[in-house]
């Protein structure tokens, strides 16, 4: 994957990192796989693991069949089939925060099939009040325990020094994803995604030098400002970068998203309270809604923000097949961005990820409709 | 073979439970009339019992699903629901329900009366994706109805612990506050232990009614688990505790005079996941090959024993219990209740219904598929189907299956 020589280093980690880490796992390191951004990645990185998110890989899936039906969503299914291959042996683990009924089920299948020491689902509560936070307070301390029964070790300073880092990577992240100014971001949607997500799959300390080297290199030549329909997308994982091309190719630009992959993952990009407990719970009790945990009714407004501060004229959305929450708040997401006079797009992606001639000509016509609105 | 058809049914109760069935639903509508506060929620929670203690009429949207399959009305709510924009891939129940109270529930012509709209909504935090979205949608729909916004913490249960029962507790309590404050009602906490033990007294006769189904022959199939309906929509009343004991009586019966299903039976089945409602002919199928389902994983619900001394704390666990049991919240112990049902009903073959229509109950069947062959020895068949959308259900891929399965089963029996 050739990019622009300040990426570069983020796309070898993505292209490298399962050498990497499996290098890495032979010389002592643990590392703790994690399927969704509900997972407090803080707590787990305070424990002495290194969090390190699973991705499945656009391909053809043929062992997971044997252990879930066709009918969950393709990173569920493509990332099951990696770890049957051995994609995943230097994981000592896998941890969940509970969203979805498939990622709930696959953490237990998980458990079940691939070899590991520490495996935990969170189960998150779904308000935001004294009593929550007091059941979360718990439920992060029986995590403690079990991890330092795996070997773990905990401190309220180790998990003060986590969040720091966490805080300042999602800070630095989020310039990339917005502008400082408003508008478009700094950075194209392939790019801003190949930062995102080799910000998954390496440790936190080595990913933060790399933004830290990567802020240096200010401004980019980025071939943001090419023109192009500005759209926003949303969803939930977004494995291809191919993806962006197409829609690129079909003449939008995708000025912001709203994908567990991308921008939802940001936000908060910390907590707030009076030791670091507090603000570990203080974040995840107020994550950017998912689908899997809120109404429609609470993203709407979200996204009508975003697509007020970039200036998209329509909106994607990207879902993997049979993603069930997503899937549920389409009619009535659909029916509010309408009514506010944002076209809308569906457009549901397979285990290969490939953009066929039928749905490029459907995102062709979507953004000559958008463009012709204007006139 | 056909795509939709009623079952046979050999027991008494068969017709009992028809009249159960048009009671609660005329129960829901008249107590609409009578101005009783009508509470709309998902079933397998604590909330049931709350509601019959403080007088309040719940209904169940997911029950009136199979209700709709029974009476055909499943296609034209998907009509309406898949016009909204309702993927076909989603779960059937929330494509019906969504279907229905956006569509014919105005129709004064719908079978039993309809449901009754709702002046509240018991919206759950947790369970299955599928009914949180029901619940969504019921918001929209019925925007002057009060709304709870339930959490409840989904653990597996060899993981839950004291904090996960407290806090149950406490959103226990927190719903009493909101019904107490939404319909100027005070919970009596004496009446609510008499509804609680009412409600352990049903789950009590229930197991007894399962235990029946050990004998050889079974004195009842699959075919007639519709009577786990006031296990659904009675739990703590006496209706329930009346109509199961009559049940029970002729059960007991059946099963002491050796009276089977079938005349012969010469396999015994174990069947996982939710039947095909639109299809519970389905479980007759199987007799021409003189096998009965003798045993089921969704009927192991209601087993739930509750302890009156503790009422609040009863119903906590309950609520904390039901959904993970059978579902892919507790995949481990899902299998260990399969394995013990095999062992104690002597199966000789699992039917796994792969159902498009359920992922939490579809996850997890793999691993036990594996632990039924590696640790009993038996075999079992997966068939793919819907629990509501008779369209993604093949007879004939079912026939082959079922049907090779059948002789297979038969042929190893007979090397014993």
């Known amino acids: 994957m050739s990019q622009p020589d300040y990426l570069q280093p983020f796309a070898d980690c993505l292209t490298q990192s399962s050498q990497r880490l499996f290098d890495q796992a032979e010389a002592g390191e643990k590392h703790i796989g994690y399927f969704c951004t509900y997972t407090p990645v803080e707590l787990i990185h305070a424990c002495g693991f290194v969090p390190i998110r699973i991705m499945g890989e656009p391909g053809v899936v043929e062992q997971a069949y044997s252990l879930v039906p066709d009918f969950i969503c393709p990173f569920m299914k493509c990332a099951l089939e990696k770890a049957l291959n051995g994609g995943f042996k230097y994981l000592k683990g896998a941890v969940q925060g509970y969203t979805c009924d498939v990622s709930c089920g696959m953490a237990n299948i998980w458990k079940e099939n691939i070899p590991g020491e520490l495996y935990h689902t969170f189960p998150l509560p779904y308000t935001d009040a004294p009593a929550p936070r007091d059941y979360l307070q718990k439920e992060f301390q029986a995590f403690i325990h079990k991890a330092e029964q795996a070997g773990g070790e905990f401190s309220l300073e180790r998990l003060q020094s986590s969040l720091d880092m966490y805080a300042v990577i999602r800070r630095n992240l989020l310039s990339l994803f917005q502008s400082e100014k408003g508008g478009a971001p700094v950075l194209n949607a392939q790019e801003r995604h190949i930062v995102a997500q080799a910000g998954y799959v390496t440790p936190p300390d080595l990913f933060l030098e790399m933004l830290e080297a990567l802020e240096s290199r200010k401004p980019f030549d980025s071939p943001e400002n090419q023109g192009g329909i500005p759209v926003l997308i949303s969803g939930s994982l977004v494995e291809s970068f191919g993806v962006f091309d197409a829609m690129e190719k079909a003449g939008a630009r995708i000025v912001a998203d709203d994908l567990c992959s991308g921008y939802r993952n940001l936000l908060p990009v910390d907590g707030s309270g009076s030791g670091p407990m507090e603000r570990l719970i203080d974040r995840y009790v107020n994550r950017f809604p998912c689908p899997s945990r809120c109404r429609a009714e609470d993203r709407f407004p979200l996204l009508m923000d975003r697509i007020e501060q970039t200036g998209a004229r329509g909106l994607v959305f990207l879902i993997q097949k049979f993603c069930t929450p997503h899937l549920a708040d389409i009619p009535e997401l659909t029916r509010l961005l309408k009514a506010a006079g944002i076209p809308v797009l569906v457009v549901e992606m397979d285990e290969s990820w490939r953009m066929g001639g039928q749905l490029q000509t459907r995102l062709e016509g979507f953004v000559e409709m958008i463009d012709g609105m204007s006139g | ?416």
């Open chain 2, 1 to 416: 073979m056909e795509k939709s058809k009623k079952s046979t049914k050999r027991l008494a109760a068969a017709k009992e439970l028809n009249k159960a069935v048009g009671e609660y639903y005329l129960e829901c509508a008249a107590a609409k009339e009578q101005g009783k506060p009508v509470g709309w929620m998902p079933p397998m929670n604590g909330a049931i019992e709350l509601f019959y203690a403080m007088d309040l009429q719940p209904v169940f949207p997911e029950n009136w699903s199979p209700v709709c399959a029974a009476f055909g009305l499943t296609p034209k709510n998907f009509e309406v629901s898949e016009g909204m924009g309702y993927s076909r891939d989603l779960c059937g129940y929330l494509r019906n329900i969504v279907g229905y109270v956006n569509g014919p529930m105005t129709d004064p012509a719908i079978p039993l009366g309809g449901l009754p709209a709702p002046d509240l909504l018991i919206s759950p935090g947790g369970g299955c994706v599928p009914v949180m979205k029901i619940f969504h949608a019921l918001e929209r729909r019925f925007p002057e109805a009060k709304v709870f916004k339930a959490d409840l913490p989904q653990v597996a249960l060899e993981e839950i612990a004291p904090h996960h029962v407290d806090y149950a507790i406490q959103e226990m309590q927190r719903l009493i506050d909101f019904l107490e404050k939404a319909t100027g009602r005070k919970l009596d906490q004496d009446r609510l232990r008499e509804v609680v033990v009412l409600s352990d007294q049903a789950c009590a006769l229930w197991d007894e009614i399962m235990s029946f189904r050990r004998t050889i022959p079974a004195p009842f199939s699959a075919a007639e688990i519709g009577i786990m309906f006031v296990m659904v929509t009675r739990q703590g009343t006496r209706q329930a505790i009346d109509f199961l004991i009559k049940a029970r009586d002729e059960i007991k019966e059946r099963a002491e005079s050796g009276t089977g299903v079938i005349e012969e039976e010469k396999l015994r089945l174990f069947w996982d996941n939710i039947p095909l409602w639109y299809n519970m002919g389905l479980f007759n199928y199987f007799e021409k090959a003189n096998a009965v389902v003798v045993a089921e994983t969704y009927s192991a619900a209601w087993s739930i024993r509750l302890d009156p001394a503790d009422p609040i704390k009863a119903l906590a666990m309950k609520s904390l219990m039901s959904y993970p049991l059978v579902s892919c919240v507790s995949i481990e112990k899902r299998k260990e209740m399969v394995l013990k049902a095999c062992r104690e009903y002597a199966i000789d073959g699992v039917v796994f219904h792969r159902n498009k229509s359920c992922v939490p109950i579809s996850l997890g069947q793999m691993d036990i598929k594996k632990a039924l062959e590696e640790e009993l020895g038996i075999p079992s068949v997966i068939f793919d189907a819907d629990h509501m959308d008779a369209r993604n259900f093949s007879t004939a891929q079912f026939q082959v299956r079922i049907d090779a399965f059948l002789e297979m089963l038969a042929e190893k029996k007979s090397q014993v």
